[in-house]
């Protein structure tokens, strides 16, 4: 037959159902193909990352060696990842912040909380700008240096500099804060400033940095692609948000990453941010950006109650803390989750027609077989996806994030099972017959892993 080509036969059925396999159909089916030989690019090992403030590192509460809770969790993102610290907290002055006291106590601690995820986590730490102070920094510098190894650390000077200075300022004392830093750490490793607007201001913000753009390890920048809260956006443009982007890699290809986001800034937006809906958001967000060529996703958290925001908490976090001082995850969580099962795997080239409500991702597994992550966007309807493969298979491993009150559920399940305290989960991936059809309800997902 050529090429080998997997079809997967979806459409959209008037159902509340939580989680179903079925036969028979109604309605005309919507085919998404994917050419399992036609191979892209590989989605990088640690694309998954999770960016912290730096106010709740300094609190030494959270992100420390002995909460095994959160660390627990997070293990289910897998075995590689990046830690970004930093956000408007890190530097002074900015909204009334006070100088992040960092210790080497805390750089410790933070050290040990990455240590216990696995030796393939790693951390970007951002250094306070808001200061001036260069001196400062290289005491900072040191902190981290000496706990995490200097070949483990990518620095950052200054959080979203394009809010604060002019290219023309920002450069002069970034190129202060490298002379100081590179003196005192000659094999320091240095990624461009972390601006606040995908890669419009970018350019504009390194082009006169001292070790130029083939000096630096990557770049990054923000997305908060409908503003602040409050928001009034109907769901299904909320959805279509990060579709609608350019997240063109042409300008550092192979050095762009996403470090902080979550789809509404300022601590986001409860009935937006805090359920199903901000799921799909995260998988549309991912799969968008690896088709481009990102090399990753940091999603963005602020654990404590924050000052600027008149001292609220935030509705954004992918985890939250219990009474008894165990995390579990958010909805978004169980995005994160499903993505980080496709990492390090090529991408496959998928065709998606007459299917605006649907969007996937399908790669290339180890075995040669395909997985294929589906999202559906329809705010109201559940989608029914029926997968298939030309080359012969019989059974596939599906996770499907399940709910039934869709769009607006808080506290959605895997495969029929909430993700508890610590990551415990009492399901397992369900079994799916080749034929047979899955049911994803409004904001939800499924990933199929075809087995060999």
């Not at 978004?332 to 991702?361: C, D, H, P, R, W």
């Not at 996806?385 to 399940?402: E, H, L, R």
Request: proline letters at 5%.
């Amino acid at each position: 037959m050529g090429k080998w080509f997997l079809k997967l036969t979806v459409f959209l059925v008037l159902t509340s159902r939580l989680y179903a396999f079925s036969d028979n159909f109604d309605s005309a089916p919507v085919n998404v193909t994917t050419i399992l030989d036609d191979t892209s690019s590989t989605i990088p090992s640690n694309f998954i990352g999770l960016s912290l403030e730096t106010q709740d590192i300094i609190a030494d509460t959270i992100y420390t060696g002995s909460n095994t809770s959160l660390q627990n969790l997070v293990k289910l993102l897998g075995s590689n990842g990046i830690l970004r610290v930093g956000g408007t907290s890190q530097d002074t002055g900015h909204q009334g912040n006070p100088t992040p006291a960092l210790t080497q106590r805390i750089a410790n601690d933070l050290a040990g909380f990455n240590s216990a995820l696995g030796s393939g986590w790693s951390l970007i730490y951002g250094l306070d700008l808001g200061s001036n102070n260069p001196s400062e920094a290289v005491t900072q510098a040191g902190y981290i240096v000496k706990a995490f190894g200097i070949g483990n650390v990518i620095f950052q000077i200054g959080n979203e500099p394009d809010n604060w200075y002019s290219p023309s300022e920002y450069m002069s004392m970034w190129n202060d804060y490298y002379s100081s830093l590179s003196a005192s750490y000659p094999l320091i490793i240095f990624a461009a400033p972390d601006v606040a607007e995908l890669i419009s201001n970018s350019q504009n913000y390194t082009v006169s940095l001292t070790p130029g753009i083939s000096g630096l390890n990557s770049f990054s920048t923000h997305f908060y692609g409908v503003g602040c809260n409050p928001v009034s956006i109907s769901y299904a443009s909320y959805l279509a948000n990060p579709a609608a982007q350019s997240w063109t890699a042409s300008y550092a290809p192979g050095k762009l990453r996403l470090t902080e986001s979550g789809g509404i800034c300022a601590g986001g937006q409860p009935l937006y941010t805090n359920v199903l809906l901000q799921t799909a958001w995260y998988l549309n967000t991912a799969i968008s950006m690896a088709n481009a060529g990102w090399i990753g996703f940091n999603y963005h958290s602020v654990m404590t109650p924050y000052a600027p925001w008149g001292g609220r908490i935030s509705y954004y976090n992918p985890y939250t803390e219990q009474n008894d001082k165990g995390y579990s995850p958010t909805a978004v969580f169980y995005g994160m989750l499903l993505f980080s099962k496709i990492e390090g795997q090529k991408i496959v080239n998928t065709s998606l027609f007459s299917a605006s409500s649907v969007k996937a991702i399908s790669t290339k597994g180890s075995s040669g077989n395909a997985n294929i992550l589906i999202v559906n966007n329809d705010t109201s309807y559940a989608l029914f996806a029926k997968p298939d493969q030309s080359n012969s298979w019989s059974t596939a491993k599906i996770y499907v994030i399940n709910s039934s009150l869709g769009c607006v559920d808080t506290s959605p399940a895997l495969n029929g099972y909430v993700i508890g305290e610590g990551g415990s989960w009492a399901g397992s991936p369900a079994i799916l017959n080749r034929g047979s059809s899955i049911s994803i309800p409004p904001c939800g997902a499924a990933l199929v892993e075809i087995q060999p």
